[in-house]
């Protein structure tokens, strides 16, 4: 099963993609729903906010131990991260780069660009929104996707993080390649998002 975290921002987006490519998941919003799925995808939103949500709630500790797939976009990649800078904040430290919260401007200089992805050759568009932006790499990350040859979507085993909003355009790419991923993974259904 797969879950959405649904703490703050624009999971719903992750929902739509997920019932277009045909898969059930669940929005995660307690420890009890976490420790229903195999899968995790964290959405982009207000980073510093989830991360005051999923403490009040005790989810901080169970997200940091989750050892299922996980597919973190802006927000999710930043609070991924092994180093957050401006300002320097908690991750949970689960992929090896350092980010640099809204890196590229404020909401408005919010942009959308062709991105490369490198696994496929492929030209694919990249919305950001307040995105932050990948300072260092570590050994243990390969980078997926480029923008103008920097670095914008990572891999480090079976987590992928992404500066930028898949969910926001028509490419299914990256989502696909969370589901491909998530096949070694074997949860029972439980029920559609909710």
């Known amino acids: 099963m797969i879950g959405i ?25 307690t420890t009890a729903e976490l420790a229903l799925v195999g899968s995790l995808i964290i959405p982009g939103g207000e980073s510093t906010t989830m991360r005051k949500l999923a403490k009040a709630n005790g989810l901080w500790d169970s997200l940091k131990a989750f050892k299922g797939p996980i597919l973190g976009t802006c927000a999710g990649l ?17 992929i090896d780069v350092e980010i640099c919260r809204n890196g590229y401007g404020s909401q408005i200089n919010s942009f959308t660009a ?6 496929a050759s492929k030209k694919m568009e990249a919305v950001f929104i307040r995105a932050p932006r990948i300072i ?4 243990g990350a390969e980078v997926i996707v ?19 909003h898949p969910e926001l ?3 299914t790419t990256l989502h696909g390649l969370f589901l491909d991923v998530n096949k070694t993974v074997s949860t029972p259904v439980l029920r559609k998002g909710v």
């Open 5 to 29: 975290l649904a703490l703050q921002g624009d999971y719903f987006a992750h929902g739509r993609v997920l019932d277009k490519l045909g898969h059930e998941y669940i929005y995660v919003k």
């Open 78 to 94: 930043i609070l991924l991260a092994r180093k957050i800078t401006n300002p320097p904040e908690e991750s949970l430290n689960l």
């Open 114 to 119: 062709q991105s490369d992805y490198l696994p």
């Open 136 to 139: 260092s790499i570590g050994s």
């Open 146 to 164: 480029t923008l103008k040859e920097e670095p914008v979507g990572v891999r480090q085993n079976n987590i992928i993080g992404l500066t930028f």
């Open 169 to 171: 355009t028509a490419d």
